[in-house]
């Protein structure tokens, strides 16, 4: 008995170890006998069309770098954990597999994306006979890891893809610079958790700074950088700190300023976006103490699509060298505020107004307040 199970134990223990050291092998296909086929720019499949009922011939190329580059290749899914239904292949036939496969279910994997999803406006629509999949917005073989895009990289051009913004945001002054700046997310799914990301800009070349050449100029490791930058070790970088790398930076010949952006966290709740209910209030926003500015962290960049994150005051976002994202009724000169208030809300409607009017007298009912 003592021996059987001694021998079971290793026997287990042997098995454990080779499924570690090659988790492909031990649960079957391996993405490399998939490519063999589908690697070939010409494979195609003849079939017929479910609305006008025409012959039309479909791609079945996948793009090997493409894929190899996706989050989901990085976090060791492969072909056969979304295809599920492949179980082994059949190399006997000229067709390994069955010639129609299920659909993938995203939600297989991301339970709570698919909940959030449920309720929202994009769901609503299969009542009126629309059906929007995950991947009409995150695509399926190239699923990049958003968290270091920019705004323009991010939601927005997935929103465009269907939506232009210019004819639905009449009300809204400088509309351009609000899609420029703040993620679509952020106001139409107003509970999704969101965050100021900062990345460096280099002046003079009229290029964002990566992680590694802001390292390379400062001549230190990435270990080294929050240790040499955060001098009173409160794990953030202050106002004074930041002040300092600015100078540092001066001393190296690189001329940089922060470029800000309002984002939502990768966060499930980014799909609840619902008609009617997005963040329209200015006020929210444009004020000293909003809520939307508690998290201002800079990222650092590399090579890779990795990124770093360093937390930051959020004063310094009236610092001079935050270029751009002026934050009316939250900022610097408070007169500046009122003149830039009163050009740029000039054509604007009574919301601009209202918080034009809120503006000016904020003085008076301050003191108002204060009696
Ligand atoms: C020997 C070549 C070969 C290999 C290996 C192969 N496929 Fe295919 N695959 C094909 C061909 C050919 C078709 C088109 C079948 C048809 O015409 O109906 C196809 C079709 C497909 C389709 C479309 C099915 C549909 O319902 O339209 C998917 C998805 C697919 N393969 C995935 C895979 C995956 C995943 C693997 C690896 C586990 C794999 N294939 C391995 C040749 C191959
Ligand atoms: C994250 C999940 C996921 C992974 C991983 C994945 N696929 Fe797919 N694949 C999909 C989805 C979604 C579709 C769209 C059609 C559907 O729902 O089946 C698709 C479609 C296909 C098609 C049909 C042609 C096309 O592009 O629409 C082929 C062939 C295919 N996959 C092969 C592969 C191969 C080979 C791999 C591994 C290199 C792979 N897939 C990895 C989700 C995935
Ligand atoms: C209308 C476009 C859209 C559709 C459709 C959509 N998503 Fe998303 N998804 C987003 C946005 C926006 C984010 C947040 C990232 C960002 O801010 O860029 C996100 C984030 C995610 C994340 C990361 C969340 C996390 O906590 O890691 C996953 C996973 C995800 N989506 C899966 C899905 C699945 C599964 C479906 C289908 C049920 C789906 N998405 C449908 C737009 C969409
Ligand atoms: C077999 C499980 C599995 C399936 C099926 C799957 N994913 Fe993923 N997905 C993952 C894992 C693992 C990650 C990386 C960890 C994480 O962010 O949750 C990920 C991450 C993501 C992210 C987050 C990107 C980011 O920036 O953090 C998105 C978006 C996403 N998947 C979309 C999809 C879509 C769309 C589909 C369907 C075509 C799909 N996934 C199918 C396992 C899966
Ligand atoms: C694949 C196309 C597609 C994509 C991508 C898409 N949408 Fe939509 N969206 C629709 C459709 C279709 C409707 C329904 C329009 C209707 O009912 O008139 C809709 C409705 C909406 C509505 C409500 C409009 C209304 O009339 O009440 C909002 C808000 C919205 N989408 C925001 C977004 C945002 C934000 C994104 C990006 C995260 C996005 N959409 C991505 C297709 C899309
Ligand atoms: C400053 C906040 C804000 C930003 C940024 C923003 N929106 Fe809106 N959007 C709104 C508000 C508020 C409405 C009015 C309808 C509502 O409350 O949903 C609206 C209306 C819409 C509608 C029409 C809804 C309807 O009821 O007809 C669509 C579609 C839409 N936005 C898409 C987008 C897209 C795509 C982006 C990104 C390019 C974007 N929005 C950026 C706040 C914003
Ligand atoms: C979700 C947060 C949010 C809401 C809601 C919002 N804004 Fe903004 N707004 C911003 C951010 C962030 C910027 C900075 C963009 C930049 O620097 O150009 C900005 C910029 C501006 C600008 C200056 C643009 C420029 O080019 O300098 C004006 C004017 C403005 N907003 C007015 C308004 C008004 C009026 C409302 C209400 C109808 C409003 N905003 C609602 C976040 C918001």
Redesign the pocket.
């Known amino acids: 008995m003592n021996i059987l199970t001694g021998f079971n134990l290793r026997y287990g223990l042997a098995i454990l170890v080779l499924c570690s050291l090659s988790p492909s092998w031990a649960w079957g296909v391996e993405n490399a006998e998939c490519l063999e086929c589908h690697s070939d720019e010409s494979l195609t499949k003849e079939s017929t069309d479910n609305i006008l009922n025409t012959e039309i011939t479909e791609s079945l190329y996948v793009d090997e770098e493409s894929f190899n580059h996706s989050i989901h290749n990085d976090n060791g899914i492969a072909c056969v954990d979304c295809h599920a239904d492949i179980e082994e292949l059949n190399w006997d036939e000229e067709l390994p597999h069955a010639a129609t496969l299920e659909s993938v279910c995203?939600?297989s994997?991301?339970e709570?994306?698919?909940e959030e999803?449920k309720d929202?406006v994009?769901m609503e629509i299969r009542k009126k006979g629309v059906t929007?999949?995950?991947?009409?917005?995150?695509g399926y073989h190239d699923v990049k890891p958003?968290e270091a895009?920019l705004v323009s990289e991010?939601?927005n051009s997935?929103?465009l893809k269907c939506h232009n913004p210019a004819h639905t945001h009449d009300w809204l002054p400088a509309a351009d610079s609000h899609f420029a700046f703040v993620?679509?997310?952020v106001c139409h799914?107003p509970e999704?958790p969101r965050t100021i990301n900062l990345r460096f800009y280099d002046l003079v070349t009229n290029q964002f700074l990566s992680g590694d050449q802001l390292l390379d100029t400062l001549g230190i490791e990435y270990d080294a950088f929050m240790t040499t930058v955060d001098t009173n070790g409160n794990q953030q970088i202050d106002t004074d700190e930041f002040d300092d790398l600015i100078l540092m930076l001066k001393q190296k010949d690189v001329h940089a300023a922060l470029r800000a952006e309002l984002?939502?966290?990768?966060?499930?709740l980014?799909?609840n976006?619902r008609s009617g209910s997005a963040q329209k209030d200015c006020g929210n926003c444009h004020a000293a103490d909003s809520p939307y500015f508690n998290t201002v962290s800079i990222l650092l960049t590399n090579a890779d699509g990795s990124i770093e994150r360093c937390t930051i005051d959020r004063s310094v976002l009236q610092s001079y060298y935050v270029n751009h994202f002026y934050l009316l009724g939250g900022t610097r000169v408070k007169l500046l505020d009122k003149i830039g208030l009163l050009i740029l809300a000039g054509g604007a409607c009574g919301a601009g107004l209202h918080l034009l009017g809120r503006i000016l007298t904020s003085p008076i009912r301050r003191k108002k307040s204060k009696k």
């Open positions: 995203c939600c994997c991301h709570e994306s698919a999803f929202s994009h929007m999949t995950c991947y009409a917005c995150h958003m895009a991010r939601a997935v929103c993620e679509c997310v799914a999704v984002v939502a966290e990768i966060n499930p980014a799909h976006i």
